[in-house]
């Protein structure tokens, strides 16, 4: 007498049809493991993008004279195990004067000394295209200007160059207090770095923190910055140093911590919600699958009425019948959850230069455009756990679609059924 599970693969290898949902299923699986892993990805690389242009945790001073004294915070920080570097920092905006154009800009004054941990200085990828230098000179000169790359790219600024910056720097007045002065100095383009960041990239500026501190009359009476940005050895220890700076200054209403979660909320709650919704379609799209399984399955009980009284008159048990066709189902969820899971891992590193060169085959434009979006390519990441999950969820759905069939066939009565015949 043969196994319940060769007459299931017996059946499922003479049924057309059953290769076919098969098939689709793995695909299913595949596509949605690609579509999830650009979900995983976006948020990797956004926060990964995040650390690489600001801090892990940045407190600010909202005091609008700037924030004089913070060297003992700095130290204190700087002490901390779980910190591998806090820079001052000292930022606003001004107006770049280049080739008649005015242009709007975000400075930011760092000390090159401190800002050598940071990975904002590092060589960018991608420098073929253009003629400029692919890596900093570190530490920069006093007086000289970094601009991002898309910022360079968009406004013609090539290194070398030299653009005037236009501040409106505090001063005291005798009469009124504090008041506004109009600063422009021209300082020369020394380079242009390239962080991922769309903002960053676009927007900053970034010169040494003494320059900037004069050029925005910081200096006087004492040194001024607008923030101290802390950068964390990993996530757990800005966790750790998030927990010690809370007690020191969260019942100062005069500073502000915000970790970098914090100061890019709105991404990842919009990455969040994507990633939800997302879910749901994609869970839609598994039940459609398991339905599918179902329809087949039961399809095939209709067609096998015969034999499956034949197999009960020969000996076989309802149970054993009811065996038959759930791991014929089964086994349709879980091969095509498996072929589906190994294809889409195998694929999703590669879906930036797939769609890529299928789009420029079908329309002649690149399916992703760097300068439209806030990264610069396609991102994809696999979660291990996660793409288990999926597939896990498939097998447990094919089972489930399975079971109303194969009840149905086992609870068939063989002499009704052959007599029928």
């Not at 107006?95 to 990975?119: C, M, N, T, Y």
């Not at 200085?121 to 601009?147: H, K, M, N, Q, Y």
């Not at 002649?364 to 991102?379: E, H, I, S, V």
Request: glycine letters at 8%; hydrophobic letters at 50%.
């Amino acid at each position: 007498m043969l196994p319940p599970l060769l007459l299931a693969f017996r059946y499922l290898l003479r049924r057309p049809t059953a290769i076919l949902v098969t098939l689709v299923t793995a695909f299913s699986v595949c596509a949605i493991l690609c579509v999830l892993s650009v979900l995983w990805g976006l948020k990797t690389e956004l926060l990964a993008s995040a650390r690489r242009s600001g801090a892990d945790i940045t407190i600010e001073n909202r005091g609008s004279a700037g924030w004089s004294g913070y060297e003992g915070l700095a130290m204190e920080i700087r002490g901390h195990p779980g910190v591998s570097a806090c820079i001052p920092v000292l930022e606003d905006w001004v107006l770049l004067q280049h080739g008649g154009r005015k242009i709007p800009a975000k400075l930011r004054g760092v000390s090159w000394e401190d800002a050598e941990p940071f990975p904002l200085f590092r060589p960018g990828d991608d420098v073929s295209a253009t003629p400029w230098p692919s890596s900093l000179p570190l530490p920069g000169e006093a007086g000289e200007i970094f601009v991002g790359r898309r910022f360079a790219e968009r406004w013609r600024i090539p290194p070398g160059d030299s653009v005037t910056v236009i501040a409106s720097a505090r001063e005291p007045l005798a009469s009124a207090g504090p008041g506004i002065r109009i600063v422009r100095r021209q300082m020369p383009v020394a380079g242009a770095f390239k962080t991922g960041d769309w903002f960053n990239d676009e927007w900053t500026v970034i010169t040494d923190l003494l320059t900037a501190q004069r050029l925005l009359r910081m200096h006087i009476p004492s040194p001024a910055i607008t923030s101290l940005q802390v950068r964390a050895r990993s996530e757990a220890g800005a966790a750790d140093c998030m927990a010690f700076l809370a007690p020191v200054l969260g019942r100062d209403p005069s500073y502000s911590i915000a970790t970098v979660r914090d100061t890019h909320r709105w991404i990842f709650e919009t990455v969040d919600m994507e990633n939800a919704v997302m879910a749901i379609i994609l869970c839609v799209v598994l039940v459609a699958c398991a339905f599918a399984i179902g329809v087949l399955l039961h399809m095939m009980v209709r067609e096998k009425t015969r034999d499956i009284g034949i197999l009960r008159t020969l000996g076989f048990t309802a149970p054993q019948v009811f065996a038959i066709f759930l791991l014929l189902g089964l086994f349709v969820g879980v091969v095509g959850s498996a072929v589906g899971t190994g294809a889409g891992i195998a694929l999703s590193p590669h879906l930036h230069g797939l769609t890529n060169w299928l789009s420029l085959r079908l329309t002649g434009q690149p399916f992703y455009f760097a300068d439209a979006y806030y990264l610069d390519r396609l991102p994809s990441h696999i979660e291990p756990k996660a793409a288990a999950a999926v597939a896990l969820f498939m097998a447990v759905l094919a089972l489930l679609a399975s079971a109303l069939p194969a009840l149905r066939a086992s609870l068939l009565p063989p002499a009704r059924t052959l007599r029928q015949e």
